[in-house]
């Protein structure tokens, strides 16, 4: 009865469950102090063992904030694949006050915000057992949580993870009224287009944002060009911009990839401009000078040429 309660909660239990399924309290005591249950936070357990999954703290905050509530902030933002850790356990609650807490020996070591939130069905998601907040409203949380740059990064993580489709971006708008942060993140979802091809890492999605942020028309990204697949395309003008990140263009291996990548697109009529992480990060006017220069002035003042394929 209770590992078949635990299997569907990654292994956690709350006192109440256990009573309602008709264990006493001094039988709940007993598996404690025979190794049974192990203390996770007040009036919640882990069952046979200590907790060693990250779903496993995530139910315990849910469980222990009680009904309706949900995995929030940075803990919902690391669910949704956004970020590799999120350091504390933040859970929304519809009700009750802020708590900040550790967890009981043995799960002392970990750490659990729960607070008060204005929450609606449409917020909710299931990732295994855990409720978890949506994307669109994990992104408004956190904009009234993080640094500009933070939030921004979290925008682009769930643009690579193909989170920001229509209907999200939509509903970060109508479900951020009265939310901080929410100018921000409008912002970010007003440069965003879902519609010119995926982005496969955080430089390309801060090129891609570079683009809208300086007026410069959206180009395909990862878009197909005979034997290549290039990271941004204007076709019309036929100009192609290459973005050499930091991990994967770092050796001489690559850059002599690069180099004949280069070369190829060239010989088949192209004009190519490589930009570095720094370049974009740290000198995007310049960056968006040397792409306007390129694209001339007739196609900046029209719309890109709708995507075919070469």
């Keep these: 009865m209770a590992y078949s309660l635990a299997g569907t909660q990654a292994g956690v239990v709350a006192r109440q ?16 102090r025979t190794g049974y249950l192990f203390r996770f936070l007040p009036g919640v357990y882990s069952l046979g063992r200590p907790a060693d999954k ?81 994307p669109a409203r994990v992104l408004i949380d956190l904009a ?23 209907r999200c971006l939509d509903r970060i708008e109508s479900r951020s009224i009265d939310f901080k942060g929410r100018s921000g993140l409008l912002k970010l979802k007003e440069y965003w287009d879902p519609t010119t091809g995926r982005i496969r890492s955080i430089l390309e999605g801060e090129f891609k944002l570079l683009c809208a942020e300086q007026g410069i028309p959206a180009p395909e990204t990862n878009y197909p060009v005979g034997r290549y697949e290039v990271d941004a395309i204007w076709l019309g003008a036929r100009l192609i911009v290459e973005l050499d990140g930091r991990k994967f263009h770092g050796d001489a291996v690559a850059l002599e990839a ?3 990548k280069t070369r190829y697109l060239r010989e088949i009529g192209f004009r190519v401009l490589r930009f570095t992480w720094n370049d974009v990060i740290q000198r995007p006017e310049w960056v968006a000078d040397e792409i306007r220069r390129q694209l001339g002035s007739i196609y900046m003042g029209i719309a890109h040429t709708t995507r075919t394929q070469i």
């Design 17 to 32: 469950q256990l009573i309602g399924r008709g264990l006493s309290s001094d039988m709940i005591g007993n598996w404690v």
């Design 54 to 134: 990250v779903e496993s703290f995530w139910m315990a905050g849910v469980l222990f904030a009680g009904k309706a509530s949900i995995l929030a902030g940075e803990s919902a933002a690391q669910a949704l694949g956004l970020t590799d850790s999120s350091g504390r356990n933040d859970v929304v609650r519809p009700n009750g006050v802020r708590r900040l807490l550790r967890g009981e020996a043995p799960h002392q070591e970990s750490r659990f915000l729960i607070r008060r939130g204005r929450l609606e069905p449409a917020d909710f998601v299931s990732i295994g057992p855990v409720p978890v907040m949506d």
């Design 144 to 166: 009234g949580q993080v640094s500009t740059r933070r939030l921004r990064r979290y925008f682009i993580e769930a643009g690579r993870a193909g989170l920001l489709t229509r």
């Design 258 to 260: 690069d180099s004949g």
